[in-house]
């Protein structure tokens, strides 16, 4: 199976679909002296010369019609700046958003999106939003924009722009610096798309046509920009980005407290147009905001997303490797994350590091990470050097062939480092398809892993492949996982294991009635133990209908019937002192559930929803709900409230699980704001406060105020506590 899996899809290059049935494009018209102010208000004699791209598609409600509320855009360029100008039809100034912070998101938002594909791959994107209230937004869009993982938020970048209400129409001028954008000297045009979300009229449109059944920031649709004269070559200036933080910290465990001033930074360094070279000295994340608690009724480890700044450029290229759920062989978040002795997960000091990443030729992406953690004796954690070579190439349209070297290795000898634990190395390669129209979308790859005296089998392979059209998807995956395969800054959920999951789903596209489309899936799971003859040790066979309203609204509802084989006792409840569930054992059991989201375009909107059935040898009834109310534009409110109830026979444990999270974000103006994040978790015994004041007093450079407080809930003794004062500027030479 190990040999054949990855075989399969390089069979596969033939599966090129025919791409959009129109070509698109409009001229970028050079200019010498722009005289252009970024107030949002098109009144310099310079616009009347530009040519317009125009004629949007409707995408949503349906995706077959011109727009009702059309839109144009018209760029201009010199050799410093893209000059970007917008006019968006409306029917109202009652636009809707979230805040005035910068980085919005969300379909229940007005926006406007524009999307530059420099190397006309199909690969990679740079995204530059703004909304009519002129709060603006930039992405990085990867892996063709075929999934919402490829749509990153956090990359940051200077430039301007500001928004101009009118009666029925709003107006924005953008000036992007040329030294923002990756791109070949000499280029003569990029690959160009923007779209639109209007809420008051209730629709979404794109200027490329865009089929409902892709993401509307797809890659593989979208048309021409033809510059009037090639592009020279960008020099970006270096930047230099340090930092100052006061913290104060007391542990109420241990009762020990710090009092600490902390200097570091980070320095941006281009090579040429195409890479980039960042360095990072003694980083801190303290201004980060904390991860999300959730409820973990399974015995295995939850996923979190990186939300640390260094590690998000060209994001995609070292951490698409492999299965992102069951076997992916980077996740940044294990660098700067140890056990202590009592196996404890701890916080280990980041020294420093490096990262090139960007482009070697037109085909060929290039990405090297090194960072290096300090030692923590005390708790026998061993200073060690964290590396990653990653290198992609384009083949056909848009697919590519990945392969990459992760190794993590002590600093030094260590007595209380085993052997077996002095160094981690994984070796792997992936190929990845998308065809031109993504139709089809695919993986498969082979990986290996490589610690002392271990060095046979260790193998980690798999393959995926996914139809998708309007009225029928198709998808499958298959994964085998060896059992002493490894990779220490992966993210592996189990090994010893053959996966395989299929799905098939037929969606409907009614012409009359309130629902905009709706469909009905089936799609099981099944995992063979690799080690006991493929025995079956787990199975989900789920079946669900799934509706999306005209207004924006869904509903879902689905049947699930499992079977779990426990190896070890288990108690989902995580009760200390609680009797487990018996290994050595099969269970079986069936759950139904139900879900409803309200239309998030509106002031008061919320999204519910239960589950309820057996669970192991006892019941489970669940409800996880989230409730948003805005003042806009300057106060957005949100809680999360989710209940398990997990009822066993006597004598083992049974629960009610609460986790429950109000927010409040307050947006003083475009450069202060100010959010807390309060999280109640019975399950972990933690009532955690974040309160975050931000004051953005020049472009990219800010200062933090942040307040952490954590009590356990049985008590509500103190936990932890700190207090940061961070002041960060970013300086350009």
């Keep these: 199976m190990t040999k054949t899996l990855p075989v399969l899809f390089f069979l596969l290059y033939t599966l090129v679909s025919?791409?959009?049935?129109?070509?698109?494009?409009?001229?970028?018209?050079?200019?010498?002296?722009?005289?252009?102010?970024?107030?949002?208000?098109?009144?310099?004699?310079?616009?009347?010369?530009?040519?317009?791209?125009?004629?949007?598609?409707?995408?949503?409600?349906?995706?077959?019609?011109?727009?009702?509320?059309?839109?144009?855009?018209?760029?201009?360029?010199?050799?410093?700046?893209?000059?970007?100008g917008i006019k968006a039809i409306s029917i109202g100034k009652n636009y809707a958003l979230n805040s005035l912070k910068r980085d919005f998101r969300g379909s229940g938002n007005d926006s406007f999106s524009i999307l530059f594909d420099t190397y006309n791959d199909g690969t990679n994107a740079f995204l530059f939003g703004i909304n009519p209230y002129g709060v603006r937004r930039e992405a990085l869009i990867s892996n063709g924009g075929t999934d919402r993982r490829g749509f990153n938020l956090s990359w940051d970048v200077k430039w301007q722009g500001d928004a101009k209400m009118y009666d029925d129409y709003f107006t924005a001028e953008m000036i992007i610096p040329l030294t923002s954008l990756k791109f070949k000297e000499g280029a003569t045009k990029w690959r160009f798309n923007s779209y639109r979300i209007e809420t008051q009229h209730n629709e979404r449109s794109s200027w490329a046509k865009i089929p409902q059944n892709q993401l509307i920031f797809n890659l593989a649709f979208m048309g021409d920009m033809v510059f009037e004269k090639p592009l020279g070559k960008s020099k970006t200036p270096v930047a230099i980005i340090p930092y100052i933080n006061a913290l104060s910290q007391k542990d109420f465990e241990t009762d020990l407290g710090i009092n600490t001033l902390k200097f570091g930074g980070d320095a941006k360094i281009a090579l040429g147009n195409n890479l980039n070279l960042d360095v990072t000295f003694n980083p801190d994340f303290s201004q980060v905001e904390v991860d999300d608690q959730v409820t973990n009724l399974t015995r295995f480890e939850v996923s979190l997303p990186e939300k640390r700044q260094f590690f998000i450029d060209n994001s995609d290229l070292f951490a698409s490797f492999g299965d992102q759920r069951d076997a992916n062989p980077f996740f940044s978040r294990r660098i700067g994350i140890a056990s202590d002795t009592a196996g404890n997960s701890i916080e280990n000091k980041l020294i420093g590091g490096v990262r090139l990443s960007g482009k070697l030729t037109k085909d060929l992406r290039v990405g090297v990470l090194n960072i290096q953690t300090a030692k923590d004796e005390i708790n026998e954690i061993p200073s060690n050097n964290n590396t990653m070579v990653a290198l992609q190439h384009r083949v056909f349209s848009r697919s590519n062939i990945g392969a990459f070297f992760i190794n993590k290795q002590s600093f030094e000898d260590y007595d209380f480092v085993d052997r077996e634990d002095a160094y981690n190395r994984v070796f792997g390669i992936d190929y990845n398809l998308a065809s031109k129209d993504n139709t089809w979308t695919g993986q498969t790859y082979l990986h290996k892993s490589f610690q002392p005296d271990d060095n046979e089998g260790n193998l980690s392979t798999g393959a995926r492949m996914r139809y998708q059209s309007r009225k029928y998807n198709f998808a499958g995956k298959a994964i085998y996982l060896d059992e002493d395969f490894s990779s220490d800054l992966g993210f592996v959920r189990r090994t010893g294991i053959v996966k395989s999951f299929v799905s098939a789903e037929r969606v409907f596209w009614p012409n009359k009635g309130i629902i905009q489309n709706h469909s009905f899936q089936f799609f099981p799971v099944v995992i063979w133990d690799s080690n006991l003859d493929f025995k079956n040790t787990d199975y989900d066979f789920r079946s669900r209908w799934e509706a999306q309203f005209k207004d924006q609204s869904q509903f879902n509802m689905g049947m699930t019937n499992s079977y779990t084989y426990l190896f070890d006792g288990f108690d989902p409840t995580s009760t200390d002192g609680a009797l487990d569930l018996p290994g050595d054992q099969g269970y079986h059991y069936n759950s139904i559930d139900i879900g409803y989201r309200s239309d998030m375009r509106k002031r008061f909107a919320f999204d519910i929803s239960s589950d309820i059935g057996r669970f192991y040898n006892g019941k489970r009834f669940s409800i996880e709900s989230m409730v948003t109310l805005r003042f806009q534009p300057k106060v957005f409110l949100s809680l999360v409230v989710n209940y398990d109830q997990i009822t066993l026979p006597d004598p083992y444990p049974s629960a009610d699980i609460w986790l429950i999270s109000p927010k409040i974000d307050v947006t003083f103006s475009k450069s202060i704001f100010w959010s807390t994040l309060v999280q109640y978790s019975n399950q972990r015994d933690n009532l955690g406060i974040n309160s975050r004041l931000q004051w953005r007093f020049a472009p990219l450079s800010d200062l933090f105020i942040v307040y952490n407080d954590n009590y356990f809930v049985n008590n509500f003794e103190p936990r932890s506590r700190s207090i940061n004062l961070k002041f960060t500027y970013w300086l350009n030479i």
């Design 18 to 84: 025919h791409g959009q049935n129109e070509d698109k494009s409009f001229t970028v018209k050079y200019i010498t002296d722009s005289k252009i102010t970024p107030d949002g208000v098109l009144d310099e004699p310079i616009w009347e010369t530009a040519e317009s791209a125009n004629n949007y598609w409707q995408y949503f409600p349906t995706d077959s019609v011109p727009a009702e509320k059309q839109s144009e855009v018209k760029i201009l360029y010199d050799d410093k700046n893209l000059y970007i």
